[in-house]
């Protein structure tokens, strides 16, 4: 980060670490560390950007830290389900956030290609890369 966002960075990793793996927003954010949210908004925007945060909706961000956490909890309820599915309630449950949050998670997960949803139930993706450097994509136990 630019030498004007690290101070302010070191405030919000905090604040996101002390809630991790729960997303927070930076209005919330800006508002725990005392801060202007434009100020804190553009910082998580440039931090985004570097890979430290990801920005789900709403101006809602998560510590990639916490993408890893909320992965293995995915990867553990579809180990336990019947057809290797996972639903937003048992994610929510399992992963300890709220539904908005949660659903934010799982959209982000959608994008990136690490789950595929149908319906109200979504199955991992599973990365393989092939000779050539090809990566496919094949669905764990899914449809």
């Not at 950007?49 to 995915?74: M, N």
Request: charged share 25%; glycine share 10%; with cysteine.
């Amino acid at each position: 980060l630019e030498a004007k966002d690290q101070e302010y960075w070191l405030v919000v990793n905090d604040l996101l670490l002390a809630q991790a793996p729960c997303p927070s927003s930076a209005p919330k954010l800006a508002d725990a560390a005392g801060l202007p949210v434009a100020l804190v908004e553009g910082m998580l925007q440039r931090a985004s950007r570097l890979g430290l945060v990801v920005g789900l909706a709403e101006r809602r961000y998560l510590l990639i830290e916490s993408v890893d956490i909320l992965l293995h909890v995915a990867w553990a309820l579809a180990a336990r389900s019947d057809d290797g599915s996972i639903t937003v309630p048992a994610f929510r449950d399992a992963a300890g956030i709220g539904r908005k949050f949660c659903i934010n998670v799982l959209e982000h997960f959608d994008r990136c290609g690490l789950t595929r949803r149908l319906g109200e139930r979504r199955w991992l993706v599973e990365r393989h890369t092939g000779t050539g450097g090809n990566s496919q994509a094949t669905a764990i136990e899914g449809p």
